[in-house]
């Protein structure tokens, strides 16, 4: 009896040890709706290499891209249920649970790319990262894609070239309002549909960077685009408030390292692609891009520009001021 039971108690101890063990490794599912060749899918992977190296039985990372779990409205109620940890969706995608991210959308607001970063990287801008976590929703930090351009199937010179376009717009109230001050027709759409809507004809044209633009092959289904530089698309890694206050101490701290050092490695990921792919679809043959002059550019924000002042309560005028000084 005395071997029995020395034998039961070695083996409880042996499945209480591998339960705790299992126990200790934390697993982040990380959905996103880009090919693994974009800057975001880039970078997800980036993320899973360091996390394995340094976190290693501590914290498991699942990448599942191109919107093989989810689209980016869906992630958001999978974040908060717990059925994912982790995502980068647009700014654009969360008027649902903050109007303030509402100032990555606001037309011509960014000169460039330097200024965005600039911005993201300021004390408003960091704090911003916060804005959803009342919501339950922890930003992470900001990941950058590039500036948007325009497309359709007929150049789009001037704002009066847009009136009766059905253009695709991500789920923002900002970007229906800026598409709406050309008389267009913006329509909500996800990502995933774009080239079957482009090439069938449900929408005319749509809005996007460089890079998106070549990994979902739209240079084949619009005969123009426009390097209008008009917004920028701009991603939030986030994950929910829940799992990060579960997770010790010590691996948030590391998370939050790698996280920054991913962080740097997508932001020149992201500038290195937006000219390569810009050439890429110009060397293609299968679309014109055109470029604009100072003047039609003028022309085109002065006529986007009222979209600011619809949106500054919301957003708050002095992160549209704090933007506007990055322009310097």
């Not at 996007?208 to 289904?221: A, C, D, G, L, Q």
């Not at 600011?308 to 002095?318: L, P, S, Y």
Request: glycine share 4%; charged share 25%; with cysteine.
């Amino acid at each position: 009896m005395s071997l029995i039971r020395t034998t039961a108690i070695l083996i409880l101890l042996t499945l209480t040890f591998s339960q705790t063990a299992m126990a200790k490794e934390n697993v982040i599912k990380f959905s996103h709706i880009t090919t693994e060749k974009t800057p975001k899918g880039k970078a997800a992977n980036y993320f899973k290499e360091l996390v394995e190296q340094r976190l290693k039985g501590k914290v498991r990372v699942e990448i599942f891209p191109n919107s093989q779990l989810y689209n980016d409205k869906e992630v958001l109620k999978a974040l908060l249920l717990g059925d994912v940890q982790m995502a980068a969706p647009s700014l654009s995608k969360f008027g649902k649970y903050t109007k303030k991210w509402g100032i990555f959308d606001l037309p011509f607001l960014f000169k460039d790319a330097s200024s965005v970063e600039c911005f993201t990287n300021s004390p408003q801008g960091q704090a911003l990262l916060g804005a959803a976590e009342d919501k339950g929703i922890k930003g992470l930090a900001y990941w950058l894609n590039g500036m948007k351009q325009l497309s359709a199937n007929k150049p789009l010179l001037v704002p009066d070239d847009a009136a009766g376009e059905k253009f695709r717009i991500m789920s923002s109230d900002v970007l229906e309002a800026q598409f709406k001050t050309v008389k267009a027709n913006p329509q909500k759409m996800s990502f995933s549909e774009v080239y079957n809507a482009l090439s069938t004809g449900v929408i005319d044209g749509q809005e996007n960077t460089w890079s998106n633009i070549r990994t979902k092959k739209f240079y084949e289904v619009q005969s123009d685009f426009t390097e209008s530089n008009h917004g920028v698309l701009e991603y939030v890694l986030i994950t929910s408030t829940e799992f990060w206050d579960s997770l010790p101490k010590d691996i948030q701290k590391e998370l939050s390292a790698i996280i920054k050092e991913v962080t740097a490695k997508e932001t020149r990921w992201a500038l290195e692609a937006a000219e390569e792919d810009k050439q890429f679809i110009i060397a293609s043959g299968r679309t014109k891009v055109h470029t604009l002059t100072n003047q039609q550019l003028e022309l085109w924000a002065e006529v986007m520009k009222p979209v600011w002042k619809k949106f500054e309560v919301d957003i708050g005028k002095e992160n549209i001021d704090a933007a506007l000084k990055c322009n310097n």
